[in-house]
């Protein structure tokens, strides 16, 4: 009984179930950013592409080539866990943008989306993508 409470009381986690959940985790939340953002922007399952909103005034072949970019490529390197603390910074930029800029005003409901999204790569930026990943066998070829 000791020992079942330390396990479920334990503040540090580490080891193989942490990998584990980082991977599922890496994976699920990329594929869904994908799915649900990133292929109606380019007009796969839906019958017109969704426009990309500007609000920063960006040039609009760079505003939209960046919000495809980080909706559709860097999520792939961060299910692969590739250099996933860089390929997080546009995925936050983007989804950064949408909450505090595009719908600041918004009521929650509408604006849950993008803060959602932030905190859970904000969450990867800060812990990494785990043991299961190519930044781990990157690092300990170079180690």
């Known amino acids: ?63 939209n080539l960046f919000a495809d970019a980080a909706n559709l490529v860097f999520p792939v390197f961060v299910i692969f866990g590739f250099f996933t603390r860089i390929a997080v910074l546009p995925i936050l930029a983007v989804t950064l943008t949408g909450y505090f800029v595009l719908h600041w005003n918004d009521a929650l409901l509408v604006k849950d ?14 812990v990494g993508a785990g043991k299961y990943s190519v930044d781990y066998y990157i690092r300990k070829l170079t180690s």
């Not at 479920?8 to 950013?33: M, Q, V, W, Y």
């Not at 989306?113 to 800060?126: A, D, G, H, V, W």
């Open 113 to 126: 989306t993008p803060f959602m999204y932030s905190l859970c790569y904000l969450f990867l930026l800060f």
């Open 1 to 63: 009984m000791k020992k079942l409470i330390h396990v479920i009381t334990n503040t540090n986690p580490a080891g193989k179930l942490t990998d584990i959940a980082l991977l599922i985790f890496r994976i699920l939340l990329s594929a869904e950013l994908m799915v649900a953002h990133g292929l109606k922007k380019i007009g796969v399952g839906v019958s017109e592409a969704e426009q990309v909103p500007n609000p920063l005034h960006l040039p609009e072949a760079f505003n």
